[in-house]
């Protein structure tokens, strides 16, 4: 006999690339305006600042590779981002540790109701109405660490219908894996199954319905998604 009143939600799990394991999502942090130029875009100082995180459900997280266009909304944003999953965690990480905490790394799209979002900004008010929606991260399967190493440098692309809307390098990223672990477990106690969302390159910009997005990370891996 269960324990509970209702049935306990379903754990949402990753893909590994060349394995039937699942790595499951316990909590999505995202880091935002991560690239200068991305900064500027989006009309900020792309000075070095203390940086700041939103999340995501892990819910929100699709392996599927289609992307419903969702409601309430007429401007959807696409962001290309490396993804950093995390087999420990703690708080007040070290950043010459924080390396030893991650697992491995994916492909993902940071998928935004960016009308939505620019409402609540002006507002005052939280962002989650644009991030983290239902379908709002599509990822690609994870690959360890002990595979490929922590990238650092790779190319960062986005193609949508075959014409290149994002491009960047992993060393742009203003500030760095090992720094944002860090910086995130003395706010948060960080866990075996959280995962990083890194930031994204300039070139944001909205699909419609038929769009066919290819995301690429160099060292890490690809991701297509169908907008439907």
């Not at 006999?1 to 790595?23: H, R």
């Not at 983290?132 to 986005?158: D, N, R, T, Y």
């Given at each position: 006999?269960?324990?509970?009143?209702?049935?306990?939600?379903?754990?949402?799990?990753?893909?590994?690339?060349?394995?039937?394991?699942?790595?499951p999502v316990r909590r999505v942090y995202c880091i935002g305006r991560n690239y200068a130029a991305h900064a500027i875009e989006m009309g900020h100082d792309p000075n070095r600042e203390p940086p700041f995180f939103f999340q995501k459900n892990p819910d929100s997280i699709d392996?599927?590779?289609?992307?419903?266009?969702?409601?309430?909304?007429?401007?959807?944003?696409?962001?290309?981002?490396?993804?950093?999953?995390?087999?420990?965690?703690?708080?007040?990480?070290?950043?010459d540790k924080a390396l030893d905490h991650v697992w491995g790394y994916a492909v993902g799209l940071?998928?935004?109701r960016r009308d939505l979002q620019g409402i609540a900004k002006d507002m005052g008010r939280p962002w989650e109405i644009g991030k983290?929606?239902?379908?709002?991260?599509?990822?690609?399967?994870?690959?360890?660490?002990?595979?490929?190493?922590?990238?650092?440098?790779?190319?960062?692309?986005?193609k949508v219908n075959g014409k290149v809307k994002q491009a960047g390098d992993l060393n742009q990223m203003i500030w760095k894996?090992?720094?944002?672990?860090?910086?995130?477990?003395?706010?948060?106690?960080l866990a075996a199954g959280d995962?990083?969302?890194?930031?994204?390159?300039?070139g944001v910009a909205a699909i419609v319905a038929g769009d066919v997005m290819e995301a690429n990370v160099e060292g890490v891996g690809e991701l297509k998604v169908v907008v439907v």
């Open positions: 006999m269960s324990d509970y009143v209702i049935a306990p939600p379903k754990i949402n799990a990753a893909p590994i690339k060349g394995s039937d394991k699942l790595f392996f599927t590779g289609k992307f419903p266009y969702p409601s309430k909304t007429k401007d959807v944003h696409h962001e290309i981002e490396m993804v950093v999953a995390l087999a420990k965690g703690g708080t007040n990480i070290a950043i940071d998928m935004t983290a929606f239902e379908h709002a991260a599509p990822m690609g399967a994870f690959v360890p660490a002990s595979q490929i190493g922590h990238p650092s440098s790779g190319k960062v692309e986005l894996v090992p720094e944002m672990i860090s910086y995130l477990s003395e706010y948060f106690e995962i990083i969302m890194t930031g994204t390159p300039s």
